[in-house]
């Protein structure tokens, strides 16, 4: 397994990538979210325990090293394993904005072209 960065290299690629943050989330063992969403897309990186994740009828276990994504709005429920679990999260909303922005910006200069 390739070794995890540390949250100070994770935050600094990806507010590099245009993200706007990174934010550390530490679950307590056997906690359960049940089924809700959330109003922007997730990406994340387990770094410490366990967890499953179930979107629809699809359940996958995440352990240290692993990524998962989350569209916008998209109902799922997580459990986390008995050591509990920790993972760093990135918000793609403020990035999928700021590329619509930029994409109007060039529209709007090729067309004055």
Aim: hydrophobic share 35%.
């Amino acid at each position: 397994m390739t070794p995890l960065p540390t949250l100070e290299q994770y935050r600094a690629q990806r507010l590099s990538e245009g993200f706007d943050e990174v934010v550390e989330r530490t679950w307590e063992s056997n906690a359960v979210q049940d089924s809700h969403t959330h109003p922007f897309s997730v990406r994340a990186l387990v770094v410490a325990g366990h967890m499953w994740l179930t979107v629809g009828n699809q359940t996958q276990e995440l352990k240290a090293g692993d990524e998962f994504r989350l569209d916008r709005d998209t109902p799922h429920s997580e459990l986390y394993g008995p050591e509990g679990a920790t993972y760093w999260a990135r918000s793609e909303e403020h990035t999928s904005e700021l590329q619509s922005h930029l994409n109007l910006v060039c529209r709007l200069l090729l067309e004055k072209k």
